[in-house]
């Protein structure tokens, strides 16, 4: 079973995912995988058989066995999370729906650091290179999150949960190279301080190809990146933990023509004060410089947070916490003549608190939680995003969970300040004949996008090889963003077409996610998930409304398989089909890993990907760039431990 200290974040010494990473698949029974604990539903310890939500968990033995060199990959594996790569360094990556290059209604964090960007309301995936060895897994969820999480935790949360340096002691080496991923390298160390505190830092690089056009002339898109970090535990006598970590970046996009660096740091205080009590304060900054095809922008962020546990009575368990976030961010100057910089600094200031109450109606049987979220922001002022949970366990081996939630995604910087304007395209022909150039102003009074929730799912594991994970879902979205009537400016030699955002859309998407996972001998680990998306929006423009319902994939299937030839030898495979998308076909492609482990120490790996076709595209860019193709790769790497 996966333990995890009082700390939200840190992994016990105990938990399989920290034992070596050559385990065969048979040393995490299928019992074992159901009762892992989570964090991000509730934001403290549960079993995930226990949890509420469609939560999916990608442990570190999972990250290596597929072969993933980037998170966004690893990522491909999670049922419902729609994932595309647009060029060599950009991923969409969305849950439910309304996916493109700048999603903005998936909210990820790094232990406990969200790494969105309040400019777009979204996530720079190249920025976010984690040494995945020492991730102790990822938890995934699908659906909203916001009463713990608060704003653009709407669609989904994307967890990645590092180890405690106390499960990362000794050396680990890497070392590798191919076609696609030109290089790949890093090396981690792992010591001790004295009885009670431990510490490792690491450094990684990968060095990555240019993509194809589908004319077959490169995209001129390679990118390399350089990273390197610290963390440091040390344990009380008391039942407290201390954590500093700390990661900085540096790379290279575009064949060398941008770049990107930043560098972040975060300390954390748990204490407990008794098995059903417990706080935790955390505080973290982070920078990220840019610049890239469309501009120059560096970002600053400062967040602190407290949050408090106890149990009240016998049956309540109460969470509760207080949150201050400060950004500011700067454009610098426009790398594009689609971006025109109107003002060139914003600093926003974020409050909020949370309150949350599990009860239990029966206990070990039948608990409701009920909780809210309030924040205050710049954009639209107080925000108050509540939800309900209940779950019952008729026996032991199922669980029946429901779920009514609210969330809301505030304005980013771009879309509700007069933050940069951007020109679409060529001029146009408007009234009278005069051409008209478009541009993109942002709106200071747009107000949230709304999303309430409707969850339903069922866990069964009906036999000790066999789990079932079903969940189904309808959202209900108002307020989307959509624009105001076109404003022509006439101008000489020519006009300027004004397009404001507004909140004009509105949307209703149903569907469900299911994940059968079969161990069909000890060595010999099967599952199969299918993912349905049914995406209705309304309102004006009609173009926007058609565009969000096509940039997500309706029909998602995944197939894997994981086996191992004894203690040295191990096969995994991965057959996917995604569905068609915005101005790209469907497509099914396969992913192979061979490994060979002469010692305990040593691993052998070669890698396929990609390799049902040459190439594919999987998702247009929304910058007005031609298409990209994701090419077949191959790759080899060594990997020493001691």
């Known amino acids: ?346 600093a926003l200031n974020l409050f909020s608190a949370f309150i949350q109450d599990e009860f239990k109606i029966i206990p070990d049987k039948l608990t409701f939680t009920l909780g809210t979220k309030v924040e205050h922001n710049d954009f639209t002022g107080f925000e108050v995003q509540p939800s309900t949970r209940l779950m019952f366990k008729p026996t032991e081996n199922q669980t029946v969970w429901a779920a009514v939630s609210r969330a809301v995604r505030t304005p980013s910087e771009a879309d509700g300040e007069d933050l940069a304007a951007f020109v679409s395209g060529a001029p146009v022909v408007g009234p009278g004949g005069g051409l008209y150039v478009p541009t993109f102003i942002g709106n200071t009074h747009l107000k949230s996008e709304e999303l309430l929730a409707y969850e339903l799912g069922y866990r069964i594991q009906p036999t000790k090889r066999v789990s079932v994970d079903v969940a189904t879902f309808y959202n209900d979205y108002s307020r989307l963003e959509g624009q105001l009537p076109a404003n022509f400016i006439p101008g000489t030699p020519v006009g300027t077409l004004v397009v404001d955002p507004e909140n004009s859309l509105r949307g209703q998407s149903y569907g469900g996610e299911g994940v059968v996972t079969f161990a069909a001998t000890d060595f010999w680990r099967l599952s199969a998930s299918y993912s349905l998306l049914l995406l209705h929006v309304q309102g004006t423009p009609a173009a926007n409304a058609r565009a969000a319902e096509l940039n997500a994939p309706t029909h998602q299937v995944v197939l894997r398989s994981s086996y191992d030839f004894g203690r040295h030898a191990s096969l995994d495979a991965d057959l996917r089909y995604v569905d068609n998308v915005q101005g790209v076909v469907g497509y099914v492609t396969a992913d192979v890993r061979l490994s060979y482990r002469p010692t305990p120490n040593w691993e052998l790996s070669v890698v396929g990907q990609n390799l049902l076709d040459n190439s594919h595209p999987e998702q247009a860019s929304q910058v007005g760039a031609p298409t990209t193709e994701v090419s077949r790769g191959f790759y080899g790497k060594v990997t020493w431990r001691y």
């Not at 023509?257 to 008794?274: D, E, H, K, P």
């Open 1 to 346: 079973m996966l333990l995890v200290s009082d700390s939200v974040w840190a992994a016990d010494a105990s938990s399989p995912s920290t034992r070596s990473s050559t385990n065969s698949v048979a040393d995490l029974s299928l019992e074992d995988l159901v009762n892992l604990k989570v964090t991000s539903v509730s934001k403290k310890e549960e079993k995930l058989d226990d949890a509420a939500a469609a939560i999916f968990v990608l442990s570190n033995d999972d990250l290596r066995r597929s072969g993933a060199t980037t998170v966004a990959d690893a990522l491909r594996l999670v049922p419902g999370l729609q994932v595309a790569q647009i060029d060599s360094s950009d991923w969409a990556v969305s849950a439910r729906g309304f996916n493109s290059q700048f999603a903005n209604k998936l909210l990820v964090m790094i232990d406990g650091r969200t790494v969105y960007s309040p400019l777009f309301s979204g996530v720079y995936w190249d920025a976010q290179q984690v040494f995945l060895d020492d991730v102790d897994r990822i938890e995934v969820i699908r659906g909203p999150g916001a009463t713990v999480w608060g704003a653009n935790a709407v669609n989904g949360v994307i967890s990645i949960l590092s180890k405690s340096a106390r499960d990362t002691q000794g050396d680990l080496v890497y070392g590798g190279g191919g076609d696609e991923h030109l290089a790949l390298g890093g090396a981690r160390y792992g010591g001790q301080i004295d009885g009670d505190t431990y510490y490792r830092v690491y450094d990684t690089y990968q060095l990555n190809n240019n993509f194809e056009r589908a004319n077959g002339q490169p995209a001129n898109d390679s990118w390399d990146l350089l990273q390197g970090g610290y963390r440091i535990d040390h344990y009380t006598h008391n039942d407290g933990q201390w954590t500093w970590q700390g990661d900085g970046y540096a790379g290279n996009l575009a064949d060398y023509t941008g770049s990107l660096n930043g560098f972040n740091t975060l300390g954390r205080w748990t204490q407990a004060i008794s098995d059903r009590s417990s706080y935790e304060v955390q505080a973290y900054f982070d920078h990220t410089y840019r610049n890239d095809a469309l501009a120059v922008v560096s970002l600053d962020t400062a967040d602190l947070t407290f949050q408090h546990t106890f149990g009240l009575g016998e049956r309540n368990d109460i969470i509760w916490g207080l949150g201050y976030r400060f950004t500011d961010s700067h454009l610098y100057k426009a790398n594009s003549p689609a971006v025109t910089i109107l003002d060139d600094s914003l």
